[in-house]
């Protein structure tokens, strides 16, 4: 075998080496799991071994990187063979390591179906139990893995080498593998890095499966992982607290529920909006801030429901539960960094199967959360995001926002939704109202404006509220309005500039907007957006066996509302009280004490039960 005494060369056959591991490991995916991608064309197949060098790269790098620029330091020491030899055998520790990556990755699809992700996570506190499972159950593939080892050890010793013959120049050869190296690991000349969700594109969960590996998607669940130590539950009490509610652990899908179908199926708009909290929404609050008049006008002619509450604290996690219905749970990615790995219910996908078209449309620009990939993933006909809003009101700085302009996206909204064929269904996310707060048009500055306060909030909530009119004007033209349910809420409250009580810090507005029976009617049951998803669906015509933890909200009961356990907290919402939970003990209620225990383990049996069916795809 040639030795390769150029730096630059060698460094390259390493990247090169890299991308065929991650290639052979995709190959062998395919070819052990040929019944996963028997749906995807030849082209299809070809785009996903094409486009998975990108993940291949964006996996591989970060564990080279180190390495690989140690080789081409140009530094007089970077002659020395002996340095060259060290580093060119910690690449090759590096390899084999990669090498055995993507080797348990395979393993593991096979068993689990699916890619592994932050389970990795748990493996270091197995790794007695993983290494007899290996000797035991795949006694002959260890002895074949360590006998590859061996052999291209020896490869590599015939291979790697002397010292350079000249020293790597800073220009010619560090700095460009600097540049490549971050755009390797990034996977995107983007501001936001390649992510798993990336690529579902295509909205062929077979193809993003097949483009994907087990190195890239472990790692960047890795980064967002949160450990939690779980309290242990006995099965029976478990059981037990949960069957009133229709949740039963021993089947194979507990969450599973019949939808039944709305009496007559509609065009359906879902408007989410950005940070529109309970307090500062006149119609529900009643605090005279009079800054939403439209919305509080269109509130009287709809069913407004006046303990509505968001589940979480985050606008991702708010559409992950209206467009898939799964809960944000602490330890879980969301919808944007992984959780479509398994098998999920998707709205798109559930209304096209159903004769819907539909529309994703979003104020911030298309990468904002990955909603481009993310819409995409979940079947939507079409997305947009503020790039493709032409701008149409003269604004002081039209390129202040952050999270674009509502007005330009609600009318582009309107636009797009004159070519759907009905039935459709219509998803739209705005963003003005985010800080830092950009300067509206001057008919809605009420207020000293300041880009972090509530005066430049109110200026901006007020800016929102006239791009809804807006919208609603142009859309009772349309010979589609009559025909349509609208369905409005916020992602979640505003939780700066006031204290607020803890239902406070989750309650947000919701109404349900019909044309056709324009009458005011308050609701007082407890519901969240845990409810959204089921409520698309029965408009849509329902559907059998899909888990939820919620129900339409025309037939939910009393109700009760878990909130997202992502950070440091669940918690649970009910008629009769609160309870807050740090997953160890209680921390807050006003339950009363007679029932303080009852509802903890409720608590912890619901948030137990849903994270161990969602991880165990049993969802």
Not at 37 to 47: D, K, T, V
Not at 187 to 200: C, E, R
Not at 409 to 430: C, E, N, V
Not at 434 to 439: C, I, M, R, S
Request: glycine share 8%; aromatic share 12%; proline share 5%.
């Amino acid at each position: 075998m040639r030795k390769l005494k150029n730096p630059l060369l060698r460094v390259v056959h390493l990247v090169f080496l890299c991308l065929l591991l991650g290639s052979s490991a995709r190959l062998a995916l395919y070819l052990l799991n040929l019944e996963s991608f028997a749906e995807l064309s030849g082209r299809e197949l070809c785009w996903a071994f094409w486009g998975g060098i990108r993940f291949d790269a964006a996996g591989c790098l970060p564990v080279l990187a180190g390495p690989l620029l140690c080789l081409l330091l140009p530094l007089p020491r970077s002659l020395h063979e002996r340095w060259q030899l060290i580093w060119s055998w910690i690449s090759f520790v590096c390899l084999v390591f990669l090498s055995l990556a993507f080797l348990a990755s395979v393993l593991y699809f096979a068993q689990a179906g699916r890619h592994l992700a932050d389970e990795v996570a748990q493996l270091q506190n197995d790794s007695a139990f993983l290494l007899s499972y290996a000797l035991n159950a795949h006694g002959l593939l260890c002895f074949i893995v360590l006998l590859s080892i061996c052999l291209a050890g020896l490869a590599w010793q015939r291979w790697i080498v002397l010292a350079p013959t000249s020293r790597p120049s800073l220009l010619k050869h560090c700095l460009p593998l600097v540049l490549a190296l971050i755009l390797g690991i990034r996977g995107s000349v983007f501001l936001k890095p390649l992510a798993t969700i990336d690529a579902y594109g295509s909205g062929k969960r077979a193809m993003g499966t097949l483009m994907l590996n087990g190195v890239f998607v472990a790692g960047r669940a890795l980064l967002t992982y949160n450990e939690i130590e779980r309290q242990q539950l006995d099965p029976q009490a478990l059981r037990q607290a949960l069957l009133p509610l229709g949740i039963d652990e021993q089947q194979a899908q507990p969450f599973a529920k019949n939808i039944r179908a709305y009496p007559q199926r509609r065009n359906i708009v879902v408007i989410l909006l950005e940070s529109w909290s309970h307090l500062y929404v006149d119609s529900f609050a009643h605090r005279g801030f009079n800054a939403t008049p439209f919305f509080d006008a269109l509130a009287s002619k709809s069913r407004r429901y006046t303990n509505y509450f968001a589940n979480g604290t985050r606008s991702i996690e708010a559409i992950q539960l209206a467009l898939t219905g799964v809960p944000p749970l602490k330890g879980l990615p969301t919808i944007d960094q992984g959780l479509v790995l398994g098998e999920r219910s998707r709205i798109g996908v559930l209304g096209k199967e159903r004769g819907y078209s539909s529309i994703f449309v979003q104020s911030s620009k298309r990468r904002s959360f990955h909603l481009d990939a993310v819409a995409h993933s979940l079947g939507f006909g079409a997305y947009y995001g503020w790039e493709d809003a032409p701008l149409l009101q003269d604004y002081t700085d039209p390129t202040a926002p952050q999270f674009g302009w509502d007005y330009e996206s609600f009318m582009m909204l309107g636009s797009k939704i004159k070519q759907l064929p009905q039935p459709f269904f219509a998803f739209m996310f705005t963003g003005t109202t985010h800080t830092p707060f950009a300067l509206p048009p001057q008919s809605c500055r009420q207020h000293p404006h300041d880009l972090d306060s509530e005066g430049g909030f109110l200026n901006t909530l007020c800016y929102a509220d006239e791009s809804l009119r807006a919208f609603f004007e142009q859309s009772r033209e349309e010979p589609w309005f009559k025909d349509t349910l609208f369905i409005i809420t916020a992602d979640h409250t505003l939780g700066a500039y006031r204290h607020h009580t803890f239902e406070e810090r989750h309650r947000v507005p919701l109404l349900i907007y019909d044309p056709r029976e324009e009458r005011g009617d308050d609701e007082d049951k407890f519901a969240s957006h845990m409810d959204l998803f089921p409520s698309v669906l029965a408009l849509m015509g329902g559907a059998e066996a899909v888990s939820t933890l919620g129900e339409p909200l025309w037939e939910k009961g009393e109700g009760r509302v878990l909130v997202s356990g992502r950070y440091d907290h669940s918690g649970l919402l009910s008629p009769r009280g609160y309870l807050l939970h740090s997953f160890s003990r209680v921390i807050e209620t006003t339950f009363p004490s007679s029932e303080e225990a009852s509802q903890a383990f409720l608590l912890l049996a619901l948030e137990h039960s849903a994270f161990g069916a969602i991880r165990s795809q049993r969802w």
